[in-house]
């Protein structure tokens, strides 16, 4: 189970923190990632991190301004988000791999994340 925290309203310029916890499983052996999807638009990988956190990846919409990391002891992955920007408005969710694709993983609820100008 994957529960997201940590969303809200911000407003441009500034920044969020998103929290998942993972539990039930071994999610500390599982890449994880971030995705949003805002309205009338496609599901959007965010940023994604490797099971050990050694490799991180991001859409070149977030990059610079995003960071994805993990606590595998706490079985925790976060997304710190700085510099938002009203195009970031989207509910964003937590997804765990065992396998090597998201589809098939674990995802959480969501959190919405809104932008504000």
């Known amino acids: 189970q994957l529960v997201e925290s940590g969303g809200g309203l911000v407003q441009a310029g500034g920044s969020l923190r998103l929290s998942c916890a993972a539990s039930?499983?071994?999610?500390?052996?599982?890449?994880m990632a971030w995705f949003r999807q805002a309205p009338g638009k496609e599901r959007e990988l965010v940023a994604a991190?490797?099971?050990?956190?050694?490799?991180?990846a991001y859409s070149d919409s977030v990059k610079g301004r995003f960071t994805i990391s993990r606590d595998n002891a706490k079985n925790t992955v976060y997304l710190q988000m700085n510099g938002l920007k009203p195009e970031d408005t989207a509910v964003y969710y937590c997804?765990?791999?065992?396998?090597?694709?998201?589809?098939?993983?674990?995802w959480g609820q969501g959190t919405q994340v809104t932008a504000f100008s």
């Open positions: 039930g499983g071994t999610f500390s052996n599982y890449n």
């Open positions: 991190i490797t099971w050990r956190g050694s490799s991180t």
């Open positions: 997804a765990a791999s065992p396998s090597g694709s998201w589809d098939s993983g674990y």
